[in-house]
Structures are given as structure tokens and as C-alpha cells.
């Protein structure tokens, strides 16, 4: 059972989620939270699997609690889903930088909300393709010398390789595709990458890719 806590000021909102998620069965919606305050005493309390966190909330914003969520090494299992109205937010960016597992913007298809609760619960991909390569964009609009990663000599030539795939926003199931292994296989490496690098997920690989040097801009098909 995958442990929910919805984070986002606006009742109806929560109300929808709540609805949604409750009526699978393998999720359940332990807490809700109107405020980022609320929202870490209810993390604190409850441990859940998985937040899905607006950005703008008042008393402490999203951003400010994802970075106390992920920067709490009590909470190291907890998932953030940032959710915002606009999938390009400014404040995306950082937030993926400050931990979060990936974000949904907030009209997105309920089948779409489904798949990423769970992928998060599972460490898996996230963000879809697309989303990853905007984000990606981003990265590479305010990339900066590259500078060695720690431990990524600690990699093999291959975990670099799908490393770099990762970076320019490609699936599991593409990875297995352009280097014709398994998906298990391609998930194995990526597993394995994130782990000698300390990455809590996906997302923070990509940046790792990219502050590395292994992905640069200009590389974007």
C-alpha cells in the first residue's frame, strides 16, 4: 500500500486527489495539508511514501518544504511530487534541484497522477520523456562549466553511457532500445548509477548528467 499525504491550500483540490487516489487499491491518502508547515508536521507524523506538494501555499511554500523533507535524513524514504498549474514554473527548476522526484502539472490526465504516485513509490521514472527534456532545456539555459561529479569514476563505461542516457531524457524502455539490452537490464544500470552517486532519484541523476559533463547543451534531439 502506497501512503499518501496531499499537500496543496485549495480544499477542492485535495478533494479531487483524495478521491482519485482512495478509490485505487494499492494507494491510500493518510494526511492532507493546507500550508507547508502543516504539510512537514503531517510528513513528520505519518511517514508517507509519497507528497504531492503544491508550490504556492501559504506560511512556507513548497519549495522551502521539499528542501526540509529532502534535506532531513529521517525522511530519506519520502517521495516529493511537486504539482503546479504550469509545467514550465520557475520554481520547478529549483525544486528538482532541492530533491523533489519529478512534478505534475495540475489538470493532468487522473491516469497520469496514478502512474507517477506509483513510479515515485517504485524509485522509477517520473517525468515523462517530454517533461524530462524541457527540464532538460532548462538545465542547459543556465548550465555553467562543467565540474566532476563525486564518485562518478566509480561508474563502468556502460553505467556512464546509460548515465548520459538518462541525461538527454530517455526512458528505461528507449535505453534498452538504443543499446539493445533488456529494460531490466537498462534499469539495473541506471539502479546502479544512482546508487554509487548518491542520487535519490531520477531527476537529481539528470542534474548530475548534466553538472557532470556527461550530457551538454546542444545535445537535445
Do not use: C
Amino acid at each position: 500500500m502506497t501512503r499518501v499525504v496531499l499537500a496543496d491550500d485549495q480544499v477542492l483540490v485535495r478533494a479531487g486527489f483524495r478521491a482519485l487516489l482512495d478509490a485505487q487499491p494499492d494507494i491510500e491518502v493518510v494526511g492532507e495539508a493546507a500550508d507547508g508547515e502543516e504539510a512537514l508536521r503531517q510528513v513528520a507524523r505519518l511517514m508517507p511514501d509519497v507528497v504531492l506538494m503544491d508550490i504556492r501555499m501559504p506560511t512556507l511554500d513548497g519549495l522551502a518544504a521539499t528542501r526540509r523533507i529532502t534535506g532531513d535524513p529521517a525522511l530519506a524514504d519520502v517521495k516529493v511530487v511537486i504539482l503546479t498549474t504550469f509545467e514550465l514554473d520557475e520554481y520547478v527548476f529549483e525544486a528538482i534541484r532541492s530533491g523533489a522526484t519529478g512534478f505534475l502539472v495540475k489538470d493532468t490526465e487522473p491516469d497520469e497522477l496514478l502512474r507517477a504516485v506509483r513510479a515515485a513509490m517504485a524509485g522509477d521514472a517520473l517525468l515523462s520523456p517530454g517533461v524530462t527534456r524541457r527540464l532538460i532545456a532548462e538545465f542547459a539555459a543556465r548550465s555553467k562549466e562543467p565540474t566532476a561529479a563525486e564518485g562518478l569514476e566509480q561508474l563502468t563505461e556502460r553505467e556512464r553511457e546509460v548515465m548520459a542516457l538518462v541525461g538527454i531524457g530517455l526512458s528505461n524502455d528507449e535505453i534498452a532500445r538504443r543499446l539493445v539490452v533488456s529494460p531490466l537490464t537498462a534499469k539495473t544500470h541506471v539502479s546502479r548509477a544512482m546508487v554509487k552517486l548518491g542520487a535519490r532519484d531520477r531527476a537529481q541523476l539528470v542534474v548530475l548528467a548534466y553538472e557532470s559533463g556527461l550530457v551538454r547543451p546542444g545535445w537535445l534531439g
